[in-house]
């Protein structure tokens, strides 16, 4: 394959809200230009994880060169970058954005604009991106193209009188959209004669090739055998093979500019080479660096231990091959009285924290169990200093803190009319407060700040729920607010579990306890003695239930004879579960952790 002319390659991602059919077009586009034979043709080509097929969503965004000829007669060569949807991955889309000169805006012309295809247009606008309106699934009999033309135009303020309207499952209007793409996109800028300068957008591990590296160059050329230099990692490696995905792994002799493809150089640890870093020639080096991208900042944190001690130094090395392929998935290790020894890990968000765990249960065959899920406090002390709290366990003591902050968030929901009364109160129960309240067409969106720590337990559940899953929902951190927090302790025949405790507001704390206690009492098996279940806040209990002892009968061998034969076998009983009281252990099964960790309203 020779290096295609700088005017004829088209770099463009396609952005959508989930299941409006990204990924469904990109497998189309494939099929159209013959990247693929028909036999070989499977759903959602690029969704190449199990866990992205079963559950239709895109996790990892991925990359495939496609050879278009189009009606001019001139050949031209598409990269297109398939992007997940969903907020807890908008890290991959933002490397994905600054890889293309276009996006292919993907609207379901049923459902309209939600709140994610907002924050995703958002992004390619500030990417500086040229856009193509497409309308998918025009030929279900719900559709309403021109409605939604006037949404996009109204909501997004883009022209979408020219959008393509298409059906990606049948195969509707492809052909329109790849005309589309090479008339109305721009081919990418850059020098090809200029020192070697070129974006590193992904990185991954095989097991053959080591650490396969994907870059766009943005200057100059990268040929095979070249000794190239990592400007942010500082290291310097030698390229053995070059090559692009057709979707196939396919080698070609060089990258030129504007393209994007892969390399391999005998790269060990995927750590070295860190996403948004710059790419250039040893001997002829660039002069400044790429801006490249913020580091991903996890949201959310949970404690993560094997059910079985032992499975301990494999979750270890899952969890390392798990760090080389996803980047913004952080861990230390920690320890827990109750579940022993584990890891601390910290995600972009729950979905992100559902998929790692999934990931860590199939992929290496592990039992595991996650503590509940927590955010980042800020804590400032009575000494001036300021700490970051991960884990309410670790909270110093009340006396020693001014203030606690917690995070905020700016929450965007578009929600069908109907269901806008239970959203408002769905919002105002989880301390939220009202920002903004508009219409477009028949869909209120409703911009509220929430805390995030209300957020992150079941709040896009119950919204689904509430909104018959019709609602849609976008959020971003905006700041750290002053919040009247406690720390929650659940104590077992008192003693303190420390996988339990919680950071929560005052005004709810005693219902959230109530609810623990009553659910615990449900979970754990009762013993031979009399077992408290409570729910403290410091030294104050505020709220208990009781788990009744077994009884043991103790007189059914006695037939008649002195009643004070019973009282003594009695007494005897009744003093053996007194010294049980005192140094009986009470066994949590780990179902129950997991049980109580799932908080039901």
């Known amino acids: 394959m020779a290096a295609a002319p700088q005017n004829n390659i088209r770099n463009f991602s396609i952005v959508a809200h989930i299941d409006h059919g990204k990924s469904t077009l990109a497998d189309r586009l ?29 996790i990892k965004a991925q990359t495939v060169r496609l050879t278009y000829p189009a009606q001019d007669g001139q050949t031209y060569i598409l990269n297109l970058m398939d992007t997940p949807g969903h907020v807890d991955f908008a890290y991959e889309v933002s490397r994905s954005l600054a890889a293309c000169e276009g996006s292919l805006l993907v609207v379901d012309a049923s459902q309209g604009v939600e709140a994610q295809t907002l924050a995703n247009v958002y992004q390619a ?26 949404q ?26 790849l005309e589309a793409i090479v008339k109305r996109l721009p081919p990418p800028k850059g020098d090809r004669t200029a020192p070697l300068k070129a974006l ?29 230099r990592l400007m942010g ?44 870093d710059t790419i250039t020639e040893d001997k002829r080096q660039t002069a400044e660096m790429l801006p490249g991208f913020k580091p991903a900042q996890p949201v959310v944190f949970c404690g993560l231990f094997p059910v079985d001690a032992a499975d301990f130094d494999d979750l270890r090395a899952a969890m390392g091959k798990l760090r080389l392929n996803d980047a913004s998935f952080s861990f230390e290790m920690e320890s827990s009285a109750a579940l022993g020894f584990g890891f601390r890990c910290g995600f972009l968000g729950l979905l992100h924290l559902e998929i790692i765990q999934e990931r860590l249960e199939r992929e290496f065959n592990l039992d595991l169990i ?52 239970s959203v408002l109160k769905l919002c105002q129960d989880r301390r939220g407060l009202q920002v903004d309240l508009s219409y ?39 700041d750290y607010r002053p919040g009247d927090l406690v720390k929650m302790s659940i104590l077992v025949n008192a003693e303190p579990v420390d996988a339990l405790s919680m950071l929560v507001h005052r005004t709810r704390a005693e219902a ?51 009643a004070s034969r019973k009282r003594k076998l009695l007494d005897k009983q009744k003093a053996g579960k007194k010294k049980l009281r005192q140094f009986g252990r009470v066994e949590i099964p780990q179902e129950a952790f997991i049980a109580a960790l799932k908080m039901d309203e």
């Open 440 to 478: 477009v067409g028949k869909r209120a969106m409703v911009v509220y700040d929430l805390p995030l720590n209300e957020v992150v337990f079941d709040f896009y559940d119950r919204l689904k729920s509430i909104s018959k899953g019709y609602a849609s929902f976008d959020y971003h951190i905006t």
């Open 370 to 421: 996650a503590t509940a899920p927590s955010v980042i406090y800020k804590i400032k002390l009575t000494d001036g200093t300021e700490i970051d709290l991960h884990n309410p366990a670790d909270m110093p003591d009340v006396m020693k803190i001014a203030e606690i902050n917690e995070p905020w968030i700016k929450a965007t929901i578009l929600t069908p009319d109907d269901y806008l009364g």
């Open 125 to 150: 606008l500030d990417n500086g991106h040229e856009i193509v309106p497409v309308l998918n699934k025009i030929d279900l009999p719900a559709a309403e193209p021109e409605r939604v033309k006037e």
């Open 30 to 58: 494939i099929q159209t230009t013959g990247g693929l034979q028909a036999r070989e043709m499977t759903e959602q080509v690029l969704d190449s994880m199990d866990i992205e097929k079963e559950r239709g969503i895109t």
């Open 233 to 276: 990692a500082d290291a310097v490696y030698d390229v053995d093979r070059i090559g692009v995905f057709t979707p196939k792994m396919t080698e070609i002799a060089e990258l030129g500019v504007g393209e994007i493809g892969f390399f391999t150089g005998s790269i060990k640890e995927v750590a070295d080479t860190r996403v948004g």
């Open 200 to 228: 590193l957008v992904d990185s991954w591990y095989d097991t053959y090739l080591g650490v396969v590296v994907l870059v766009r160059i943005v200057d100059g050329v990268l040929k095979k055998g070249m000794k190239i």
């Open 152 to 177: 996009i135009e109204e909501v997004i303020g883009l022209d979408a009188s020219d959008a393509v309207p298409i059906s990606a499952k049948s195969g509707l209007g492809i052909d329109l959209v």
């Open 512 to 562: 959230r306890g109530r609810v623990m206690c009553e659910k615990l009492k449900e979970l754990i098996p009762p013993h031979l003695f009399v077992i408290p279940v409570q729910a403290a806040i410091g030294g104050k209990i505020i709220a208990r239930e009781t788990i009744r002892a077994l009884r043991k009968d103790v007189t059914a061998k006695c037939y008649g004879g002195d």
